[in-house]
């Protein structure tokens, strides 16, 4: 496992460093007092990221990582509280408050855990076919034929999205209309016109829909920082 702390505040970033070594076994972890291009050179699986780095721009920061790395682990930290009601709208998988490190730290690596296990539900199509759910990007249909694209491969398959929809974590999909169906984990961003996925998919926006996604995606969004 892969650990990165980007934080300027070197005490901090050696406790945080330990503590976590006390939770994970066979981690590597680098430590970074500001974002420079190695960190767009390898993987990481977890990153923590200190809100206050480049006069409060580091939430932009983040988003521009996890375009690169969609399957990072996106940790915000902080000792000003208040950009934790901030973060849950950002990417980001949870807030880990300065001044309450330990408690924290400690519902981090519960629902971390958690997260592992939800990435290991499956799909299973045509009887013998199985696709792990965090790896589908969305799902669209025509008449009864269905195409599932995901990360590695793309499936077509005679059936309904109803159909599949039961099959689906109902926390992470989303109907976006009749023929499409999204996967929250891979929303990078939400522009004006369109819905920006994972390896360059865009979904356009049809009459209404936006306002609709919008609550739904922040619903998920809430969830996933307060809940996991």
């Excluded at 199509?125 to 759910?133: N, V």
């Excluded at 589908?136 to 309904?160: D, F, G, L, P, R």
């Excluded at 999205?161 to 039961?166: D, G, N, P, R």
């Excluded at 499409?180 to 009459?207: A, S």
Aim: hydrophobic share 35%; aromatic share 14%.
């Amino acid at each position: 496992m892969k650990i990165g702390i980007i934080d300027d505040d070197k005490e901090f970033a050696e406790v945080l460093n330990k503590e976590l070594e006390q939770l994970f076994s066979q981690v590597q972890i680098k430590k970074y007092q500001e974002i420079s291009d190695e960190l767009y050179k390898e993987e990481f699986d977890i990153l923590f990221l200190d809100v206050l780095l480049y006069d409060k721009k580091s939430f932009n920061e983040g988003e521009k990582i996890l375009t690169v790395f969609p399957h990072t682990t996106l940790v915000y930290i902080s000792s000003v509280e208040h950009f934790v009601f901030e973060s849950y709208k950002q990417k980001t998988f949870y807030f880990v408050r300065k001044s309450n490190l330990y408690p924290d730290l400690k519902e981090f690596y519960k629902k971390y855990n958690q997260s592992q296990l939800n990435d290991k539900q499956i799909l299973t199509i045509k009887g013998d076919i199985d696709i792990l759910q965090c790896e589908i990007i969305y799902i669209n249909s025509s008449k009864n034929t269905a195409t599932i694209h995901t990360t590695y491969n793309k499936y077509v398959i005679k059936s309904s999205l109803k159909e599949i929809l039961t099959q689906l974590d109902q926390s992470s999909f989303f109907r976006f209309n009749s023929y499409t169906i999204i996967n929250f984990r891979h929303v990078i961003d939400v522009r004006e016109q369109y819905i920006c996925l994972t390896q360059q998919n865009n979904i356009n926006f049809v009459r209404n829909s936006k306002d609709k996604f919008m609550k739904a995606y922040m619903e998920y969004r809430r969830k996933k920082i307060w809940n996991g």
